[in-house]
C-alpha cells in the first residue's frame, strides 16, 4: 500500500530543513535495495556500516530524494546529488518526526501491542481476521524497535481504519519513547515473562517497563490486559495512573470480558475453543497451534471487540490463518528421498516459549521420532544457565527422541542430558546440518528453536 504521499510542503515542516524539495514523494524506505520510484531514502546508521553509502544507489534506483546529515554530505562526496539530497541535523530525529506528523493525519485507530510473548503471532492473526474487513496496516515483519516502529508508522496510510504496531524493547525507557511517537488509542500487553530478564532486575521491572505504553495514550484510550498474568494489578494502576479509564481483561476466569469457557482436545492436533466475549458465546477450531495460542486468540477478540467488530469474525477467519514463518510455521519436507516435517520456530527463544514449542513437539509428533534443534536464548544474563538446564525435565516429560544443540549456553543443556536423548553438540551451523542430514529419517517431526542471532533458519532452508 503506497497511498501515503508527503507533499513538498509537510516535508520541509517536517524535516526543518532549509533544503528545496520541488516535488513530493510517494513513500518511504530505509533499505536501498528494495526502493521504489518516487520514495524519500532514510539512511539509518547500522552496527556495520553507514546507509550514507548507498544513497548514490537509492537515487539511481528511482528514489525522488535523499536525507543526509551536512556531515556525512560532505564525508560520502554526495555533492554531485545535490539536488536530490535533503539536509538534515539528525537521521533518527528526522524519522521520529516523520512518524509523529504521519500519526497526527491519521483519520482511524493505532493498537499498541506489547509484552513477553506473542506480539507477532498476535498482529499477524488480527490482520488477517480483518484486511478484508476494513482498511488495516501493520508493521512489517519484526519491526518493533526504535528505528522499525517510526519506521511502518510513517508509512501508514492517513485513511486507514487500524494501524496494527508492535512496540518491543530490550531495555528500560524504550517503550516509553515508541508510545510517544504512535499514541496508541488501544494498549495490548500479551504477557509479562522471563525474555529480556538479563536487561532487567527481576519481572516486576520488566512488567512496569511494559507499562509504560500507556504513556502516550490519551484519556478515551483503552487498556487490554491478560487476567491471567501474575503482574496484572501493577499494570492496571500503571494504567490508571496514566489516565485510562477503560479496560478490557481476558483469560481464563469467568470474570474476564473476554473468558475462556472451555477447550476440547480434538484429534488431528486441533483445539475446538468456547469462549464468552461480553456475554456472546464465540467458538473456534484452532488446527495445528500451541496451546499458547488459546492465550493469543483471547487477545485478538478482545482487540475485535474494542475496535466495534463483532468477535464472531473471528471463528470464520482463525480456521485459514496458519503460523507464520520462524514463529510454529509447519513445513513438509522431501530431502535425499526422505520425508519428514519441521516446526520453524526458530526467530526467537525464550524459557517459556521454549518450553510451550516442545510440549507443541510432543502433542503434533505423537508416535513419531520427536527431535529438538536447539541454539541459545539470549538476554537471560545471570540467568542464563540455570533457564538452559531447567528444560532437561522438559526434554524427558516429552518423550524427545534426540537433542542437537548449537551455542555455549545450550552446551550446559547437553552436557546434562543423559546419554539416550544426545544426538550432538556443534560449534557452527554447517557441521550441525551435516549432522542432522545424515541422521534424519522418513516420518520424524524436528522443531527448531532458537534466539535470532543463533541463525537456526539457515539451516531449515538448506533442507527446503
Excluded at 536501498?32 to 550514507?52: N, R, T
Excluded at 519506521?151 to 487500524?162: C, E, G, P, Q, V
Excluded at 528500560?172 to 488501544?186: A, H, R, T, V
Excluded at 461480553?278 to 474494542?306: Q, R
Amino acid at each position: 500500500m503506497r497511498n501515503n504521499n508527503w507533499t513538498s510542503k509537510e516535508l520541509k515542516v517536517v524535516l526543518l530543513t532549509t533544503s528545496r524539495i520541488k516535488s513530493s514523494i510517494l513513500g518511504i524506505s530505509i533499505n536501498s535495495k528494495l526502493i521504489k520510484k518516487g520514495e524519500l531514502f532514510i539512511p539509518i546508521k547500522g552496527k556495520k556500516y553507514d546507509a550514507h553509502q548507498f544513497i548514490e544507489r537509492a537515487l539511481s534506483k528511482g528514489a525522488s530524494y535523499s536525507l543526509a546529515t551536512q556531515n556525512n554530505y560532505k564525508k560520502f562526496k554526495l555533492k554531485k546529488l545535490k539536488k536530490k539530497i535533503i539536509i538534515v541535523k539528525n537521521i533518527k530525529h528526522s524519522l521520529n518526526n516523520l512518524a509523529i506528523y504521519s500519526r497526527k493525519r491519521i483519520k482511524g485507530k493505532i493498537l499498541g501491542i506489547t509484552g513477553s510473548l506473542g506480539k507477532t503471532s498476535i498482529k499477524e492473526a488480527i490482520y488477517f481476521i480483518l484486511k478484508n474487513k476494513i482498511n488495516v496496516q501493520k508493521n512489517d515483519g519484526n519491526f518493533n524497535n526504535l528505528i522499525g516502529m517510526p519506521f511502518s508508522l510513517a508509512k501508514f496510510n492517513k485513511n486507514i481504519d487500524l494501524g496494527i504496531l508492535e512496540l518491543g524493547m530490550n531495555q528500560k525507557g524504550e517503550i516509553k519513547k515508541l508510545s510517544n511517537i504512535c499514541m496508541p488509542d488501544i494498549a495490548l500487553i500479551t504477557k509479562i515473562s522471563n525474555a529480556h530478564i538479563g536487561n532487567f532486575g527481576n519481572l516486576k521491572d520488566i512488567a512496569l517497563a511494559k507499562s509504560e505504553i500507556f504513556c502516550g495514550m490519551n484519556n478515551l484510550g483503552i487498556a487490554i490486559l491478560n487476567d491471567s498474568d501474575p503482574y496484572l494489578s501493577i499494570l492496571k494502576e500503571r494504567a490508571k495512573l496514566y489516565g485510562i479509564k477503560q479496560f478490557i481483561f481476558f483469560g481464563k476466569s469467568k470474570k474476564s470480558d473476554i473468558s475462556l469457557l472451555k477447550v476440547e482436545y480434538q484429534k488431528n492436533y486441533k483445539y475446538k475453543v468456547y469462549v464468552n466475549a461480553f456475554g456472546k458465546k464465540v467458538n473456534f477450531l484452532l488446527n495445528n497451534f500451541g496451546e499458547h495460542w488459546i492465550e493469543n486468540s483471547l487477545a485478538a477478540i478482545s482487540v475485535l471487540t474494542a475496535i466495534g467488530q463483532d468477535p464472531c469474525h473471528f471463528s470464520e477467519e482463525i480456521k485459514n490463518f496458519k503460523a507464520i514463518k520462524g514463529r510454529g510455521k509447519i513445513l513438509k519436507i522431501t530431502f535425499n528421498k526422505k520425508k519428514f516435517e519441521i516446526i520453524d520456530d526458530s526467530y526467537n527463544s525464550s524459557p517459556e516459549s521454549l518450553v510451550s514449542s516442545i510440549s507443541f513437539l510432543n502433542r503434533y509428533g505423537a508416535n513419531k521420532r520427536k527431535i529438538c534443534v536447539l541454539g541459545d536464548m539470549y538476554e537471560l544474563g545471570k540467568f542464563s544457565k540455570k533457564f538452559h538446564l531447567s528444560l532437561k525435565k522438559n526434554i524427558k516429560d516429552n518423550k524427545i527422541f534426540k537433542v542437537y544443540t548449537i551455542g555455549k549456553q545450550m552446551k550446559n543443556l547437553y552436557n546434562s542430558l543423559p546419554v539416550i536423548f544426545k544426538g550432538g553438540h556443534f560449534e557452527n551451523l554447517e557441521e550441525l546440518f551435516l549432522k542432522l542430514k545424515e541422521s534424519i529419517k522418513s516420518n520424524d517431526v524436528i522443531l527448531f528453536k532458537g534466539s535470532r542471532a543463533m541463525e537456526l533458519d539457515k539451516i531449515i532452508d538448506k533442507f527446503k
